[in-house]
T-cell receptor
Framework: DAGITQSPRHKVTETGTPVTLRCHQTENHRYMYWYRQDPGHGLRLIHY???????DKGEVSDGYSVSRSKTEDFLLTLESATSSQTSVYFC????????????FGAGTRLSVL | RKEVEQDPGPFNVPEGATVAFNCTYS??????FFWYRQDCRKEPKLLMSVYSSGNEDGRFTAQLNRASQYISLLIRDSKLSDSATYLCVVNSNSGYALNFGKGTSLLVTP
């Protein structure tokens, strides 16, 4: 299995509070991604990173920010969580070659009450 | 139109059956194609890449039709352990990101 660790694995928080999810990799892969998965929508890209301090927006980036200060860590922050951000969040990594195959972490289940 | 479209199913098949899933994609410039498998409450995992000439991995066969922008996955001799959701995946315009279909649910019954 790819060396990807997401933390926390489960979180319950209240509307309006800030939340930070962490993705840590031991593979030294250049690319890292944050997705959310909701019933009826499938996986949707929030943000991705193509190197340290290099990030870009995905399909559903509103309300989210990211940071990557080290190759191994990619943080996703919800500045002020809303109930619509209740979801399962997956981090993924890739080398960018071989068609850009992505490997996923185990996910974080976030509930915003 | 969605980038990647799949029949959500569910497909209920008996053990030993052959089942096929189809997927269409909208970006004719796409170069990379995959099938991922996702078990309930787990992360997606790569099942196989899909190559232009078609490819096989044990009981699984993937086909690509670029002219019709169509990808298929055939599972022969279905096992109970094949029960999962199968995601059709195509690279996006950005080149870095992948577009995921919503998945096709398969249930293999005894």
């Amino acid at each position: 299995d790819a060396g990807i660790t997401q933390s926390p694995r489960h979180k319950v928080t209240e509307t309006g509070t800030p939340v930070t999810l962490r993705c840590h990799q031991t593979e030294n892969h250049r690319y890292m991604y944050w997705y959310r998965q909701d019933p009826g929508h499938g996986l949707r890209l929030i943000h991705y990173s193509y190197g340290v301090k290099d990030t870009d927006k995905g399909e559903v980036s509103d309300g989210y920010s990211v940071s990557r200060s080290k190759t191994e860590d990619f943080l996703l922050t919800l500045e002020s969580a809303t109930s619509s951000q209740t979801s399962v969040y997956f981090c993924a990594i890739s080398t960018g070659v071989a068609g850009n195959i992505q490997y996923f972490g185990a996910g974080t289940r976030l509930s915003v009450l | 139109r969605k980038e990647v479209e799949q029949d959500p199913g569910p497909f209920n098949v008996p053990e030993g059956a052959t089942v096929a899933f189809n997927c269409t994609y909208s970006n004719s410039a796409s170069q990379s194609f995959f099938w991922y498998r996702q078990d309930c409450r787990k992360e997606p995992k790569l099942l196989m890449s899909v190559y232009s000439s078609g490819n096989e991995d044990g009981r699984f066969t993937a086909q690509l039709n670029r002219a019709s922008q169509y990808i298929s996955l055939l599972i022969r001799d279905s096992k109970l352990s094949d029960s999962a959701t199968y995601l059709c995946v195509v690279n996006s315009n950005s080149g870095y990101a992948l577009n995921f279909g919503k998945g096709t649910s398969l249930l293999v019954t005894p």
